[in-house]
């Protein structure tokens, strides 16, 4: 198979670079760049070709909870957004922390996703923070990192045996830095808003106090370390004295947290409850600032299905999550459009970074990478209608929302998955 995509503009994040160029795939890779040839030729119209997104941390809900997604409906949620490489998280029903569930997970994962599905698997047993998985046997049967999602292993030296082991085995640990007992029960950022709203609250403290014990284990072990989702200014010093010092480590920012703050949440809005609550103001543009800066690396979508049960509960009741596969890239977008991040720092953060952490060889525009890629209309204006989402469950906070960017076509390996290419 051979295809030539002409007159496109190139979205390169290794080289931080926008230019208008052609790209040939051939046996599922990309062969040149900038070159003529192949069998096939689509002329992108302008519009911008970058690498598929690498989507850290979605939710499939299968086993378990199928009713609110499936690996089909996410995958072809997935493909619609330009999202290509989906590493999915342990947290279903049960909790992937067996080499035997792992597998029963890729294999339907293989079956039912057109986009690539990498999963993660449990650090201690169903969540529980007390015994250890069997590390070397999960990553030997397919799982790229370990993590025990928003369930943070409290005990200090089970955590630490967790590192130690990892690191001998050098593999990935993934958390959700937060202080467990100051976290338990709240549903928004203290400050004025939570207290107006009567609503249960927790301090973005915790979040630095539960970055700042995660570093300190990952100095003592020199394991490699992921923070999935950071949302608060107060935790980003504890993440530039970790780079400095040399560590292992890396940070993710949920989409979400980079383009609401608390006041979305209005009177009451469950589709705006997610975990960790969102933030103020001045904490969403510091997470702009620190993607911009490098001190983030990596931006996710966090997609969390929750049924329309599960939401349409008092704000306190109601279940954390939204699903953002399909959202992802034009919520983005919207940091483009207020010339805040470039295209380049966007799809470095959302495509070449999650890629290299995870040593994949995708998330790049060069020759002999796979041809998983993206091609969007970036000023494409829409009203988002969440019964249009892909996703079996609805639950975005984008419904109803003036937005900016289609996505046109998504290939991966080479094979178109959506769409019909450009206009």
Known sequence: MSLLITNARLI???????DVSSVLIENGRIAAVNEEGGKEVLDAGGRCLAPGIVDIGVKVCEPGERHKESFRTAGLAAAAGGVTTMITRPDTMPVIDSPEQLEFVTRRASEAAPVNVLPMAALTKGFGGREMVEIGFLKDAGAVAFSDCDHVTADTKVFSRCLTYARSLDALVIAHPQEPVLSAGSAATSGKFAALRGLPSVSPMAERLGLERDLALVEMTGAKYHADNISTAAALPALERARKAGMDVSAGVNIHHLTLNEFDVGDYRTFFKIKPPLRTEDDRQAMIEAVASGVIDVISSMHTPQDEESKRRPFEEAASGAVALETLLPAALRLHHSGQLTLAQ??????LNPAERLGLDSGRISVGAPADLVLFDPDAPFVLDRFALRSKSKNTP???ARMQGRVLA?????RQVYGGGAP
């Open 12 to 18: 390169d994040p290794e080289s931080g670079t926008e």
């Open 346 to 351: 966007l799809f470095r953060a959302m495509s």
């Open 398 to 400: 984008f419904d109803g």
């Open 410 to 414: 998504t290939w991966v390996g080479g």
